[in-house]
């Protein structure tokens, strides 16, 4: 699975769009982007995953770069509920395993 | 929604000990997966079950650690004896099946702590 880069943290004001960037750089063809988070004492959530195109559900956006060296979760009105850590993980097709790294650790500021 | 139910919600236990985590994930996830996270760090893959079957436990401390999930349904992770470096966060997750469509629900863990 390719290697994913992203901040040791961000802060984020409660109500404004946190943009959450994450480089995977050497990402083959057949993997895709995904991404969790993780509040404090609790186990990872799935937020949204994706291929090429972008992708947005009731949590997040997910917006890939044409080459797709890139990704940036977007958290449209960010709140206090969203301080937790994130992860961008590159899963390949039929992959069993995530590989978490240790993630951005986004704090929303009242 | 459904959830990963996980017991106990955290364990003290003194090195040497045996200590047991149980697991039932979401009904009709045929895949079950057990994950150790230190703290700081993220989560690390220590065996994955698809129905009762073992299909990845290249990670897992065989000389100490044993998973098992008899029927397919729920799953238990033990550990025989403790160690002061086994001291983590112990996380089960289900999927559907196993492959990218298919997110991983996680449970809110087992913190083990061993003195």
């Known amino acids: 699975d390719a290697k994913t880069t992203q901040p040791t943290s961000m802060d984020c004001a409660e109500g404004r769009a946190a943009n959450l960037p994450c480089n995977h750089s050497?990402?083959?063809?057949?993997?895709?982007v995904y991404w969790y988070r993780q509040i404090h004492s609790q186990g990872p959530q799935y937020i949204i995953h994706g291929l090429k195109n972008n992708e947005t559900n009731e949590m997040a956006s997910l917006i890939i770069t044409e080459d797709r060296k890139s990704s940036t979760l977007i958290l449209p009105h960010a709140t206090l509920r969203d301080t937790a850590v994130y992860y961008c993980i590159a899963v390949q097709t039929g992959a069993n395993n995530l590989f978490f790294g240790t993630g951005t650790r986004l704090t929303v500021i009242p | 929604e459904a959830e990963v139910a996980q017991s106990p919600r955290y364990k003290i236990t003194e090195k040497s000990q045996a200590v047991a985590f149980w697991c039932d994930p979401i009904s009709g996830h045929a895949t079950l997966y057990w994950y150790r996270q230190i703290l700081g760090q993220g989560p690390e893959l220590l065996v994955q079950?698809?129905?009762?079957?073992?299909?990845?436990d290249s990670q897992l401390p065989k000389d100490r650690f044993s998973a098992e999930r008899l029927k397919g349904v729920d799953s238990t992770l033990k550990i025989q004896p403790a160690e002061l470096g086994d001291s983590a966060m112990y996380l089960c997750?289900?999927?559907?099946?196993?492959?990218?469509?298919?997110?991983?629900?996680f449970g809110n863990g087992t913190r083990l702590t061993v003195t």
């Open positions: 050497t990402i083959s063809g057949n993997e895709y």
């Open positions: 079950f698809q129905d009762e079957s073992v299909v990845d």
């Open positions: 997750a289900s999927s559907l099946r196993t492959g990218y469509n298919s997110p991983l629900h």
